[in-house]
């Protein structure tokens, strides 16, 4: 089992700057990446930055240049700093954390971000 602790939402201004944390523990050594999602009312779930351990990382078309994902060295936490929010930008954000044991992701609980002035 892993468990997943997301913090750091919160409200911005647009143009402004916030930084995620994901914290993963349990048994961290079968996890294989870790990402960010977000969530809006009436849509789909979207990939907006994922993390593998050798340290591959893809991101959305819509944030990139802007967002930027990064881990701590004992590789289970890892950081979304989101730069030039914008609007669309709020969502809650759900942190993934893929494991070599399952199929399907650990999610964290979500935090809500808010880009509005």
Do not use: H
Request: aromatic share 6%; glycine share 12%; hydrophobic share 35%.
């Amino acid at each position: 089992q892993v468990q997943v602790v997301e913090s750091g939402g919160g409200l911005v201004q647009p143009g402004g700057s916030l930084r995620l944390s994901c914290a993963a523990s349990g048994s961290i050594v079968s996890i294989s990446a870790m990402g960010w999602y977000r969530q809006t009312p009436g849509k789909q779930r979207e990939l907006v930055a994922r993390i593998t351990v050798g340290g591959r990382t893809n991101y959305a078309d819509s944030v990139k240049g802007r967002f930027t994902i990064s881990r701590a060295d004992a590789k289970n936490t890892v950081y979304l700093q989101m730069n030039s929010l914008i609007p669309e930008d709020t969502a809650v954000y759900l942190c993934s954390v893929d494991s070599i044991l399952r199929s399907n992701p650990y999610w964290g609980q979500g935090t809500q971000v808010t880009v509005s002035s």
